[in-house]
């Protein structure tokens, strides 16, 4: 039986720069097209949201004995947004009981997929929209940051998800992942060297490549580059561990005040970098320092495991919300709480305990994905 991932293997082309799959299942073959003509933008994420994803994808061959902490926080990350806006979660069919379970059915939706693991925003691709009710998806063929881990059904997310958005497949020359992309939704993108120039994901191509191609894609006219930093962590150094926007022309950055961490020198480079950088449209930026905590919750997940990642930047924007993770370092947890209360004015600051998924070296804003509303 002829599937649906072999459907789009048969009908990828290549034009120009990019990559386009039209899959000539009610999705629009020349608005995909439209991707290579400058057409497609990716919208600010702090912008309206028609629905967020997560995967219910844990599995105790990653996670071991963490495995049912895993997917209760995915559950509790799921119910959360659903108290503002729908969610759909993605999992295994002979998990659907479970997940229902686990995530509620409240405002929630659940699509019947394999996967390999729970990084939703580095395996989804990224939503853009063309100005005039047009919805695309630009899958930027998720290889396993870098074939680090195995990824033979999380390559698909993307494609699975544009379907059912109803969203324009476009599929990227390049290799690499949403977690690695911050855009203002008005021309500018920040992004790190180490986990787009990097041979694991795109060997051969200069930066000049690479950046012209996620322009192409993703509507930019400016890229602000930061250095970031290789092998310390299984991104190579998202983005979305060092700097957001709050807005255009607000940025959040990661300030690590620690002296040994690695992390110490880096965040002061970008910080550097960010003040100095200016917009799409040549205006300086206003940045914001958001430091992680110095201290956090002793137990399981915690306790000598050097992938915990403890960051308040990997905030999570909604409708109505952001969702901020809470580590128990009272002042930090305060602090983090009070800066994003007053960028975000008009949003309800949701801290939520997610030791379980910082156990494995991501956030919030890993773990989820979201569809602009149009």
């Not at 012209?212 to 602000?224: S, V």
Request: hydrophobic share 40%; net charge neutral; charged share 20%.
């Amino acid at each position: 039986m002829s599937t649906r991932r072999d459907f789009i293997k048969q009908f990828s082309v290549v034009a120009g720069l990019g990559a386009v799959t039209s899959l000539g299942l009610g999705l629009n073959a020349a608005r995909a097209r439209a991707a290579l003509d400058g057409s497609w933008y990716m919208p600010d994420e702090n912008g309206p949201q028609a629905r967020a994803f997560v995967a219910f994808g844990a599995q105790s061959a990653i996670y071991q004995d963490f495995t049912g902490d895993v997917q209760n926080c995915i559950g509790l990350i799921a119910r959360t947004i659903a108290r503002y806006q729908p969610v759909t979660v993605l999992c295994r069919a002979n998990q659907l009981s479970l997940a229902q379970r686990k995530c509620g059915t409240h405002n929630t939706r659940f699509k019947v997929v394999p996967l390999d693991d729970i990084w939703m925003r580095d395996t989804g691709g990224c939503f853009v929209v063309d100005g005039q009710g047009g919805l695309g998806l630009v899958d930027f063929n998720f290889n396993g940051w870098g074939n680090k881990q195995r990824h033979a059904n999380d390559a698909y997310v993307a494609s699975e998800l544009s379907y059912e958005a109803g969203a324009s497949y476009i599929r990227s020359q390049l290799t690499g992942e949403d977690g690695g992309i911050e855009v203002d939704g008005r021309g500018t993108g920040i992004m790190t060297e180490s986990s787009w120039i990097n041979a694991n994901r795109n060997p051969g191509m200069s930066k000049g490549e690479v950046e012209a191609e996620l322009k192409a894609m993703l509507g930019l006219r400016k890229i602000i580059w930061l250095p970031g930093i290789k092998g310390k962590d299984i991104t190579d150094g998202h983005v979305d561990f060092y700097a957001r926007f709050a807005e255009p022309g607000v940025v959040v950055a990661q300030l690590d005040n620690d002296p040994s961490s690695y992390e110490y020198p880096i965040t002061r480079r970008h910080l550097e970098i960010l003040r100095s950088a200016t917009d799409a449209d040549g205006n300086k930026l206003q940045v914001h320092t958001l430091p992680p905590p110095r201290k956090w919750r002793r137990n399981k997940f915690t306790q000598n495991n050097p992938s915990f990642a403890p960051g308040y930047i990997n905030y999570f924007p909604i409708n109505g919300a952001v969702l901020v993770p809470q580590f128990g370092d009272a002042a930090a947890d305060a602090y983090a709480r009070d800066l994003l209360a007053r960028l975000y004015p008009q949003r309800e600051i949701v801290q939520l305990n997610i030791d379980a998924v910082a156990a494995g070296g991501g956030g919030i804003h890993c773990v989820t994905g979201h569809q602009p509303a149009l």
